[in-house]
Each structure stands twice: as C-alpha cells, then as structure tokens.
C-alpha cells in the first residue's frame, strides 16, 4: 500500500507542477480525444493500466497483449445530440509473434444548410462534415511483466468540399509487479505532422486593381493554416483493491498532459459480481465541464465465446450528459 500511496503523489506532483499549458485550444482533429468505449469512459478513462481488449488500441496499445485469440470491440456514441461517435477493432494474437489489430474511428454529422452574409435564412444549398481515422496496432511481451504496443494510424477530416490527412502514432507501455496486479503505465497518442485544409472552394478569383473595373481578373487560391494534431500524454496506475469470492474490486489513477490544455487527473473504480455484472464509477479533475462518470455491464458465455455488454454515462455541468454503449466479442 505505501507503494500505490507513492506512486499516486508521483502522479499528482507530474501533473500539477507543470505550469498552465500556454496552447490551449490551439489544435485541431478534436475528435481524436472523444473517450472510446463505455468500459474505459464508465471509469473515467482512468484505464492506461487496465486496458486489457481489443478497446486497447484507443487507450494504450500495449493493452493488446491481453488479448487470448481474437476480440473486437463496437463502440456507438451519440455526441452531445448533434452527432454520431462510431468506433470499432478488432485483434487477434499470434502466439510469440504478439497481436495484431486494426481500428476505425468515424464521427459524422447530418447536412446543415448554408447561410451567406447575403441569404443569412439560407441558401438551399446544404453541406456536411466528417472525420475518419483508420489504425493498425501491434502489441507483444518484451518480457513475462514488461509489454509494449505501437499503432500507426491514417486521420482524415473534411468540411464540405475542403480536406486534410495526415498520419499519426501512437505508442504504450504496461508494467505489471506482484504486489495487487499493480500495473504501472504510459500512453503517448497522435504524434504526427501537422494538418491543413485544402479543397476548390479556396479558388478565388482576385481583381488586380479595384480601381480599374476592367482589369484583369487574377484566379487565385486561399491557404489556410496548418494546425497540430491533438497530442496527449497518459501516465496511470491500476491495481487490485480486494478479490473476494465472489466480489472483486480495482481502482485506477491517471494523469494526463495534453499539448493543448491544462493537466487533469481521472480517477476510476470497478465492482465486478461473479465476473458476469460490473459497476463502475468516476471521476474527472480538472475539467471546464465535465466530471462524474458512470457505468455498468455484464457478459454472457456461449461455449467459447464470450459477448460483453457496456453502457457509461458522463455527466456535464452545462452541455448535456453522453450515453455510450458498447459491445466486446471474445473468441
């Protein structure tokens, strides 16, 4: 116990030393930092040092090793009303060689109808957005306590008929020691090269001098700034509380340091009955909104396959609470 208490001042001293983050809001692919997974949200997403399913490749991919033969994960979330956060992997181990997933991440809204300065009511022309990203991840024991993941990953988003991509990594690490399963991690997600938009509604057409009316007209194009991706890094701990017969409980501890905003802490805990029901619980600190999660499940056998059913609920302060459901396939 004098071990978790350290490490947890260790957390907090890395995550509050730190000045103010001077970057906020300054990058961009936000949907890359929608939580994945009602399991992981139900507990605050305090779960880099618990992770352990195909949902892995979302939180911290060394997770993976985990994984016994195949597992996907589908994750449905309705986004603050306005749109649609589907996620889904899949990942098979193979032996001593590691596991292998691959994941997709798409977020989508409906047509919205397009206003102008002079038709502010409308213009009966409508547009729509979507953002995309499509992974593979490779995870393995480096040694029988000691395992590692990377995933190299493809993020695309568009508005209307504007575009950017680019590619990102992410990359994670478990430590597991004796004493309670404690499990000592670190995740480090979207390292890549920055984005920028370009797409033909940029073309303009610029009129070389205004104070000739017959000029020449100069076809031209916009630029647009380029902008980084959401980089984000999750340091935590997961461990055992008490393992009875028929009762189990673990409880997490996360810091987490993003490149475009202050430091915050997640803090989780889980109550499983018989290894069949699961209530979970959380908390978010730090946060301009958000703060208490909560979730439950349950799994049913069929022979060898086992389907597990997740629902988590956050709660905000002034935006409406998000619903997330989510169903695992373990094979």
Known sequence: MKKII??????FRTSFLVAQNPNVGT???QFLQIPVGAKAEGMAGAVVGLIDDA???FWNPAGLVEVKSFDAHFTYTNWMKLFDFNAA???YNVGEVGVFAANMIVFTTGKMEITTEEEPNGTGRFFDAQDLALGISYARYLTDRFSVGITAKYVYQRIWNETADGIAFDIGTQYRLDFQNLT???SMSNFGSDLRYDGPDLDVTVQQDENYPISRLTPGR???DAYPLPLNFQVGIGFDVFQADFVKMKAAIDAVHPNDNSEKLHFGTEFSFFDRLYLRGGYKYN???EDLTFGAGANILFGNTAIWFNYAYTLFDILPGVHRVSVNLEF
């Open 222 to 224: 916009l630029k647009t």
């Open 27 to 29: 990058s961009g692919a």
């Open 89 to 91: 992997s899949v990942a």
């Open 287 to 289: 946060y301009d909104d």
């Open 184 to 186: 000592i991690a670190m």
């Open 55 to 57: 949902s892995s490749v």
């Open 6 to 11: 350290l490490l947890v001042i260790v957390l």
